[in-house]
């Protein structure tokens, strides 16, 4: 039966989303509240099988040998209080996932364009078992890289319609440059050299191919591409990563110029750089796909996670009156041509989530500052920010964990009680494939209690409705899906709503168990969230406590909670 104090209790709740921010004061008994909503991310890498696959091939034992290993990385993940994974799906052009546009990858088969196991889709899978465990899974795109030498030869898709060819269709910039990391070679030739003195053989050229972001044709493969991930899957969000240009791609004659040149001959009054114009291609093609996602599916959560520091040493924030960061320097303004502080300004992106992959003792580019710049930046255009962390950017170890912790607590400081987040880079740092050790220690340290994904509130979003018939009977908690906005129970898409379940002790009261950082209650009083109209209590929550169901949309909005004793 519905206690009598819901109907109060609904009349406070149903309006906190539209409560100014407050700090959390603490109240007896109680520590203060962590944030309620956070983005707890881990990077799962695909390419040449960081964090995942293992092992390679096409038959149905390693079909199932990949299974079962990502079913143990989301067992670990979930286990640490990450509530996002970001599965690497593209990487080289290339799909984890029934592509219409581009091949099988090398890194799931063995082979570039060769099939895996008939009914296998990692990405479907990966979607399956991380709502499964009440856990969102967001699509992480390589937009632009294609391979690590020359344009690929002419390949069919995934799905077998279409051949991927973009060499012929003129898309592709393929570049090389000297390995700064190779050590030059001695030859024992004698033809050449001089007495007492090896001839040395020049150092190999690093070589990378893209497909070319100046070229339009190119720039609605992408947006194409990611469609189909968003439109044929159901994922929670999209994410790109830092490749842009080809590093210290050369300015001027070749490579792109022509193209340069041409569309400045389109717009005669068009003053803008080579590099300018770079930077507005790749600005280009984020906005084309954030643009597609608010048509397809605007509840897709979309992401870039840029290099760390950024403002074009001054440059790119004068534009926008901002100052640039206190600290590091900004390589990829004129190196691979991005500014992500454009993308916030033209509202192109829900978040960023730079790469702050150093501790706070570093000596150029010390973490903390850098959070700071980026919280308020993103801030600043109405945005999110969620850092990318790197595991070990200290040896594995206590300090290291601690070093975590510090840089979690910086990123809540720095955005806010409702739009805080991280992302740790990567996976195999968490699971032990690499290094093990930090996820018990976010489980009983930051992330002890659940957290709700930071909501979306530039975005419209639909009220549910409250669950209606909520009924305690046993271990089990049971409702009826909200009937608000014809809601019909599916279980994906806009419809698809998930609801969070509480779990309040029996002294303490409703008011007093309301959360500052967000709608309904404490984030420490979440037992679950799950897509079933239904939960089974943990054992320690079946005695003593009363309970809560609240509807929570993929905006990361949670709305009105009913309570049952």
């Not at 899974?137 to 030498?149: E, G, Y």
């Not at 930051?446 to 930071?454: D, H, N």
Request: charged fraction near 20%; include cysteine.
């Amino acid at each position: 039966m519905i206690a009598a104090a819901a109907l109060a209790v609904a009349a406070i709740v149903a309006s906190s989303r539209t409560l100014p921010e407050v700090a959390d004061t603490p109240e007896a008994g109680h520590e203060p509240e962590a944030p309620k909503h956070e983005f707890r991310g881990a990077w799962l890498a695909t390419v040449y099988g960081i964090d995942w696959p293992s092992t390679t091939g096409t038959t149905q034992a390693v079909a199932e040998a990949q299974q079962r290993e990502l079913r143990s990385i989301l067992d670990v993940l979930k286990s640490a209080g990450i509530n996002a994974v970001m599965f690497q799906v593209r990487s080289m052009s290339d799909a984890m996932y029934k592509s219409s546009y581009e091949p099988w990858s090398a890194y799931l088969t063995g082979k570039r364009g060769e099939a895996p196991a008939a009914g296998w889709d990692p990405l479907q899978f990966a979607i399956n078992e991380a709502h499964a465990r009440g856990m969102e899974l967001h699509a992480w795109v390589n937009p632009f890289r294609l391979s690590n030498s020359g344009a690929p030869a002419p390949i069919k898709s995934a799905r077998g319609h279409s051949t991927f060819d973009p060499a012929t269709k003129g898309w592709v910039i393929s570049f090389g440059q000297t390995d700064p990391a190779a050590k030059p070679k001695t030859s024992s030739r004698k033809k050449g050299r001089k007495k007492g003195r090896p001839a040395k053989v020049p150092v190999r050229k690093k070589w990378v191919s893209i497909l070319d972001p100046g070229n339009p044709g190119a720039r609605e493969h992408i947006v194409k591409v990611c469609r189909e991930i968003v439109t044929s899957y159901d994922v929670d969000g999209l994410v790109f990563d830092d490749y842009f240009y080809p590093d210290r791609l050369p300015l001027g004659e070749g490579y792109d110029f022509a193209e340069y040149q041409r569309e400045l001959s389109k717009n005669p009054s068009d003053s803008l750089s080579q590099a300018d114009w770079r930077r507005s291609n790749v600005a280009r093609t984020i906005r084309m796909v954030g643009e597609m996602i608010n048509r397809e599916k605007p509840w897709v959560r979309f992401g870039v996670s840029p290099a760390g520091v950024a403002g074009g040493n001054g440059v790119a924030a004068a534009k926008f009156g901002l100052e640039p960061p206190s600290v590091g320097h900004d390589w990829m303004y004129d190196r691979i041509f991005c500014d992500p502080i454009q993308w916030l300004d033209e509202g192109s992106v829900d978040y960023v989530s730079p790469q702050l992959y150093w501790a706070s003792s570093h000596s150029t580019n010390p973490y903390l500052p850098l959070a700071q710049w980026w919280g308020a930046t993103a801030a600043h255009f109405g945005r999110h920010c969620y850092p990318s962390q790197k595991i070990l950017a200290l040896d594995a170890g206590e300090a290291a964990w601690r070093e975590q912790e510090t840089q979690v607590a910086a990123n809540r400081t720095h955005s806010g009680q409702r739009c805080a987040g991280s992302i740790f880079y990567s996976t195999a740092h968490l699971t032990g494939k690499k290094a093990s050790g930090l996820g018990p220690v976010l489980a009983g340290g930051v992330y002890s209690t659940c957290a709700l994904m930071p909501p979306m509130e530039w975005k419209e979003a639909d009220n549910p409705g409250a669950v209606t018939n909520l009924r305690l009977k046993g271990d089990r908690l049971t409702w009826h899906h909200p009937t608000a906005s014809g809601h019909s129970g599916k279980t994906s898409g806009a419809n698809r709503i998930r609801y969070v379940v509480y779990a309040v002790p029996d002294d303490v009261s409703a008011f007093d168990a309301l959360s500052a950082s967000g709608a309904n209650f404490r984030g420490e009083y979440i037992v679950g969230i799950t897509d079933s109209p239904s939960f089974v209590l943990p054992t320690d929550r079946r005695k003593g406590f009363w309970y809560a169901v609240a509807p929570y949309d993929r905006y990361g909005n949670e709305w009105e909670a009913q309570i049952v004793k």
